[in-house]
């Protein structure tokens, strides 16, 4: 089956500081990658949407300039988290989407990744 | 807008079984999943359904209505192991991303 990296899967940085998440397909070429955040108790909340050599989409309240997103390659997507603070702390879930054929669930379903737990001090 | 809600909790018995309810209103639809996820830890496919009617896989059932915006996650002979997070996620057929929209999540505990 598709399988989804993301590393590290756990960080503790300074407030102040940047951190990069990468995110890689293992065995498939993605398209097109999600990003995720999604705080204790609650559900997933999709920050932006990265096709692969375009600038990413980004959902409203989420600052494009705080969280840089690069999916340079059909298998490899980053999320930079620019001066970190405090309230970014939270768990930051990447998925991907395979380039499929034809009109079945494989062609659209999102394979996630294992998350990468953030911690700013 | 986007709106998917679920009961925020609920508590069954090992060996029982439950339903756990999901209605939407979305811009699109261009199909509805399951995911289960437990704490700290990725969400894991359960369902999909694009069609009305029900979807069954061992355990797991999960039954859509579109016109009613509707859809339910329907887990049979419950065991510990099944105590996790829920969440329905609609896809949006807008644009040509069809990114996943998700629910609030249902966090079920199974009780011995």
């Known amino acids: 089956g598709a399988v989804v990296s993301q590393h590290p899967s756990r960080v503790i940085c300074k407030s102040g500081t940047s951190v990069k998440i990468e995110c890689r397909s293992l065995d498939f070429q993605a398209t097109t990658m999600f990003w995720y955040r999604q705080f204790p108790k609650q559900s997933l909340m999709l920050m932006a949407t990265s096709n692969e050599g375009s600038k990413a989409t980004y959902e409203q309240g989420v600052e494009k300039d705080k969280f840089l997103i690069n999916h340079a390659s059909l298998t490899l997507s980053t999320l930079t988290v620019t001066s970190a603070h405090p309230e970014d702390s939270s768990f930051y879930i990447c998925?991907?989407?395979?380039?499929?054929?034809?009109?079945?669930?494989?062609?659209?379903?999102?394979?996630f990744g294992p998350g990468t737990r953030l911690t700013v001090t | 807008g986007q709106n998917i809600d679920q009961p925020t909790e609920m508590t069954a018995t090992e060996g029982a079984i439950v339903q756990i309810n999901c209605t939407y209103q979305?811009?699109?639809?261009?199909?509805l999943f399951w995911y289960q996820q437990h704490a700290g830890e990725a969400p894991t496919f359960l369902s999909y359904n694009v069609l009305d009617g029900l979807e069954e896989k061992g355990r797991f059932s999960s039954f859509l209505s579109r016109s009613k915006g509707y859809s339910y996650l329907l887990l049979k002979e419950l065991q510990m192991k099944d105590s996790a997070s829920y969440l329905c996620a609609v896809r949006d057929a807008g644009g040509a991303t069809n990114k996943l929209i998700f629910g609030t999540g249902t966090l079920l505990a199974v009780q011995p």
């Open positions: 998925s991907a989407r395979s380039a499929g054929v034809g009109w079945s669930m494989s062609s659209y379903e999102q394979y």
């Open positions: 979305t811009s699109g639809f261009n199909g």
